[in-house]
């Protein structure tokens, strides 16, 4: 579906996410013809650029993500990037903002139709939207704006910047992005899961022994040691990326597939989303903290980080519903910095059947999100010549073409926010449940902290602390990916 015009404002033009992620996306989609020829986009941050730096700046952007580029096309493309330097507690600052951005919706023709976009550190956004308000950029065509995480460092933090925001744009019009959303296989979920007669019908309690998600990295915080203090493995990953894949995988099924039914759906889950109380927390979650080794900093030693920080690096633990097609079923999950190497996974771990083979294994399926995307069925066989039950994988895969073709989130993301599809992205009363419960394990390990009690500590590029490896609910179930 082909754009409408629109004036896009990213405060934040100087910064890595949008040398990294939104100019090469952005890119993509003008390449594919589906941005209007009616755009400006408006870079705004505090160093002193130039239009004419910017556009160089968006050019690089592109080269150092393409192995192939129409410089045509890419010089026309940055044409359209202007820059302004912005300090965002400076009033008059917006003054001037708004200003541009009209004179650049009438040399564009852009209708009124603005769009926000928050690439910068959290701890502005409530400033930001706040002015916007304030000095009323909104226009009079759409007005929408697209929020990085985190959304609130907790319910309270992140109620109070919800209500900044709600008062310049409706609940439709705020797109909290969450990139996990744009990824391929987790936008496979849920045809996985309700186009197979096969899978469909084993998706409940009465088959499904537990789940396991994986988000594993083998990178560092690198520097990134400031925010990580602020946050940890249980925001940064655990709040949004992990809980929006526990939903997709537990939810009940859609009426339908607009974004309306699917946040239905997910209402409908999370609403008997379980908020574990302090011996379950003690029992089923774990916070390591990666140790260093002769090549690696230890966390502790890491740029911008105390020397004393109880700040996660890992966090392993286990949700569950009261409701859904998985009511009551352990998922487990585990994220961490410095493990053994980038993998995230899903495993769904099928009960055992009793069979007059005695040994056989129950049947996973698995699906694999990065780096390579697939998914997976174990089954069991016969093995050729000695007695007994092989195992054997039956493939979902992508051939190295296809997977060049899929886009990267944030492409795919970028242009469901121009068409105004909010089905993949984190509606407000999902995050809410989501916080509840984060604010909760939260609140043990602030209680565990004041005992004296500190993470675990693990040593990098394994598969984090041993104590991760004892959180399940019974003596039969241990981690699939090992
Ligand atoms: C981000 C986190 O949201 O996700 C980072 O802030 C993390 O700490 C990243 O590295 C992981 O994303 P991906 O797509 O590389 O798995």
Do not use: C
Request: net charge negative.
């Amino acid at each position: 579906m082909k754009n409408i015009p629109v004036v896009m404002v990213i405060f934040g033009g100087s910064g890595d996410l949008a040398h990294r992620k939104l100019y090469p996306a952005l890119f993509n989609l003008y390449e594919q013809g589906l941005i209007h020829d009616n755009f400006a986009i408006i870079g705004t941050a505090r160093r002193p650029w130039s239009h004419e730096y910017l556009r160089e700046q968006v050019s690089d952007a592109v080269h150092e993500t393409h192995s192939e580029v129409n410089e045509n096309d890419l010089a026309a493309f940055a044409s359209h990037f202007y820059y302004q330097s912005h300090d965002v507690t400076n009033v008059e600052h917006y003054e001037t903002l708004k200003n541009l951005a009209q004179e650049l919706d009438d040399r564009y023709s852009a209708q009124g139709n603005r769009l926000f976009y928050l690439a910068m550190a959290p701890r502005f956004f409530e400033q930001i939207a706040q002015h916007i308000n304030d000095q009323n950029l909104t226009s009079t065509g759409f007005n929408r704006i697209v929020v990085e995480k985190p959304f609130g460092r907790d319910l309270a933090s992140a109620q109070e910047l919800n209500e900044q925001i709600t008062a310049s744009f409706s609940e439709d019009d705020i797109f909290r992005i969450d990139h996990y959303l744009g990824k391929e296989m987790v936008q496979n979920i849920l045809p996985l899961r309700l186009t197979n007669p096969l899978i469909k019908n084993i998706w409940n309690n009465v088959n499904i022994k537990n789940i396991q998600v994986t988000l594993a990295e083998h990178l560092g915080v690198e520097a990134r040691g400031g925010y990580y203090e602020t946050s940890g493995a249980l925001r940064d990953m655990v709040q949004n990326h992990i809980f929006q894949i526990i939903t997709l995988l537990a939810m009940p099924e859609p009426k339908d597939l607009d974004s309306k039914s699917i946040h239905a759906a997910k209402q409908e889950l999370l609403s008997s989303l379980i908020i574990p109380d302090e011996k379950e927390i003690a029992q089923h979650f774990v916070r390591g903290q990666y140790l260093g080794s002769d090549m690696t900093f230890a966390y502790l030693q890491e740029p911008n980080v105390a020397p004393d920080s109880n700040t996660e690096t890992f966090v392993a633990g286990e949700v569950k519903f009261k409701q859904g097609p998985l009511a009551e079923v352990p998922i487990y999950f585990r994220t961490g910095k410095e493990m053994r190497e980038k993998k995230n996974r899903i495993d769904i771990v099928l009960k055992h059947m009793s069979n007059q083979y005695g040994q056989a294994h129950s049947n996973n399926i698995t699906i694999i999100i990065d780096p390579d995307m697939q998914i997976f069925i174990t089954i069991n066989g016969k093995k050729i010549t000695e007695t007994g039950i092989r195992r054997e994988n039956l493939g979902y895969l992508f051939s190295a073409a296809e997977q060049e073709k899929i886009p990267d989130g944030y492409e795919r993301l970028l242009h469901d926010v121009f068409v105004n599809d909010s089905t993949n992205f984190t509606h407000w009363s999902e995050l809410k449940s989501y916080w509840k419960f984060i604010d909760a394990i939260e609140a043990a390990w602030q209680r565990e902290n004041k005992q004296g009690k500190k993470p675990e500590q693990y040593l990098p590029y394994r598969m984090g602390p041993k104590a991760a490896n004892q959180i399940f609910d019974s003596a039969t179930e241990h981690w699939i990916y090992e």
